[in-house]
């Protein structure tokens, strides 16, 4: 006999409304992307699923703009595809230099500790971007085996520069680990030709597909220090020799590492061929298109910006700072209850001094832009309105 | 501009066959599971969402049978639940005792060793169990600090009697944990009744739903023993102090921590949801009866069982020897071409010996039981005859 009954609240229908999600990540998913996760389940290991994998194992090649073999999506959301890459890269004789410009370069960080590894952090004031001068320096001070940066920064909403960055770190025998959850899609990314060793991102954000499998992509200098390790990956997991070969990336037969997150490969392959579709030439052109007509609805609110260098912005999180005599949560709460938009406010450093608003594949659209001002327009004059004069 | 081109394969449409999967797992999803699937995103900390979690953790506790606070979903399948288990518990200074009936011992074993303890594995013989008496001696001679047993095998189709382990353990000064993967919600299983310390499962077994998000929990001894450790847990992503904080289980305001699978976690409460309309007793006494049809339907072929005791026998997971001069894989592949069906071939030391026939929530009905005993005849037949007779 149960002892512990049966709780009243499953026993009513799921509550799932719809919201036009204007934050951070996850975006929407488009409908296209949303009906493949009602698809039949296959098992993990059939032919047909296979196919699949490898239809997404191309996919992120093209979105990264990488030939690199060892291509696959992990399973798991953003912060595994990270941990991948910090418990394949690093053991404990390592030394690991993180960029920080937000908060991901202090969860890389984080991560990076937990494996053991020396870790010195570089820290940027919020709203700014290092120099590949400046990087250098680092590069020479610290003499890192692993260097780590974030490309799109969503708790700073700036896009650290990484051209060319990996042959920098080369030259000095450290492989380069990027980060490009929140900018893939958005703002150019070339892996190959930029010398990236390690590239990973998440699904919810410019792919627009329910998060859940991850892509990343390991160059042949990463893969061989993974195969050159002289402890073993702290993580069965995420342990890159054996997805490898699930993935079908080292030329052996298939064997079964784990199963698979079956519907999340169905979505993020639905993801990737819409990028496909639209191509990424023209998806990096829309998404600056559309920050930049943000941008003029900001301003004409006389409204600022964390980031006051446009040039270093991420299009695809804009941070707006709350002006004074302003609560931000009572402005994002109007904009919520009265449009079911999400506006969502800082992290990290930025916690309750900005908003932040995401501009993300399937949601980065003029209509979604216009509706987006006109609700914010409105919740700062409600807001103003509300709060007694500071006079 | 581009360099990689446009992979030709993702401008084609997303190709998936419906097929019956009478396997290990994954199980069909059941349209209603399917369909939330599909349904739109929210943002991981909308207190919509967090509703959602809070009703699949009382689900978890109802299935698991236990008041466990610190009981969630992690956000991977069901290997990364027990990768939760290993990396939380387990610290270089543990003894842990990995019970093998199977490959999953095997499998946590290896978790372990990465986690830098002393591992120690005792192994039965294909198809048997363990008695509590054996596993007595067993601790009482290798004094672990942690022991692992596998509840429902699914690469040997045993059931080992997990009753009261919990206890012992706790008389030698042992953590217990338990994988249910296979078993929950086919077989009895009372988490605090019989003391276990940690209890996962997997989604895509009686649960139906798609993988990506699995159930466990922690007792009060072991959420004790993981707050007493003196290394952190090497995965940030898996590190339950974070993640109960963020399902709400540790009376702190819920803090960002990773980006949870939404629509998994959507599956997750419909199937949880789905076990607690039938309810427990119900789908334990459906499954038993499914398991005991489909054994009369296999004797009445002459086929013999790989687990000879009915007693220790897995109702999800019915392994069947195959008959000699019958290639296993060419019945297989006549099941799945003629009839969509899946029957699977067996796992580790199983492997090429025995099908492996899943009767699992959704899929576990008299309907598909005939459906699937029809078309195994029927291929063992054609096998027969296609071989040269060896008089």
Chains 1, 2 share one sequence.
């Not at 699923?49 to 990488?66: H, L, N, P, R, S």
């Not at 690199?68 to 030394?95: F, Q």
């Not at 919810?204 to 991850?214: E, I, N, R």
């Not at 298939?254 to 519907?263: F, N």
Request: glycine share 8%; aromatic share 8%; charged share 20%.
């Amino acid at each position: 006999m149960a002892e512990v009954p049966v709780p009243e609240c499953l026993l009513k229908p799921l509550y799932v409304p719809r919201k036009l999600l204007m934050g951070p990540g996850p975006s929407n998913a488009s409908p296209r992307i949303l009906a493949a996760g009602a698809l039949p389940l296959l098992g993990h290991l059939h032919p047909e699923f296979i196919a699949i994998m490898d239809e997404v194992k191309k996919g992120i090649q093209y979105a990264f703009q990488t030939k690199n073999e060892v291509t696959l999506a992990v399973s798991g959301t953003g912060h595994a595809a990270m941990e991948t890459a910090a418990c394949n890269l690093i053991e404990p004789k390592d030394v690991v230099l993180s960029v920080c410009t937000g908060i991901w370069g202090e969860r890389f960080a984080d991560m990076a500790e937990r494996q053991g590894a020396k870790v010195v952090k570089i820290t940027k004031e919020q709203g700014q971007v290092f120099s590949n001068q400046e990087l250098e320096q680092a590069l020479r001070r610290i003499q890192p085996t692993v260097m780590f940066v974030t490309h799109g920064e969503s708790s700073s909403a700036t896009c650290q520069p990484v051209n060319d960055l990996g042959i920098l770190c080369h030259k000095y025998g450290c492989i380069l680990i990027v980060d490009c959850v929140a900018s893939l899609g958005a703002v150019p990314m070339y892996m190959d030709k930029w010398g990236i060793d390690v590239l990973y991102t998440g699904a919810q954000k410019v792919l627009s597909v329910s998060p859940g499998a991850s892509p990343i992509s390991f160059s042949e200098r990463a893969w061989k220090k993974t195969q050159s390790r002289t402890k073993r990956v702290t993580s069965f997991y995420f342990d890159m020799t054996g997805l490898a070969n699930y993935w079908g990336c080292d030329g052996q037969p298939r064997k079964y590492h784990h199963t698979g997150p079956i519907s999340s490969i169905y979505g993020l392959r639905e993801g990737l061929a819409t990028l496909a579709e639209e191509g990424l030439e023209q998806s990096w052109k829309r998404h600056a298109q559309c920050a930049d007509m943000l941008y003029r609805g900001i301003e004409e609110m006389n409204l600022r910006f964390l980031v006051e260098n446009k040039e270093f912005r991420l299009p695809t999180v804009t941070a707006v700072l709350v002006p004074a005599g302003v609560q931000w949560k009572n402005v994002s709460n109007y904009v919520m209850e009265k449009y079911r938009v999400e506006l969502a406010g800082g992290l990290g450093l930025s916690a309750g001094k900005v908003w932040r608003i995401g501009l993300m594949g399937y949601n980065a659209t003029p209509d979604n832009i216009r509706l987006l001002l006109r609700a914010l327009r409105e919740g700062i004059t409600t807001e103003q309105t509300r709060i007694p004069s500071r006079l």
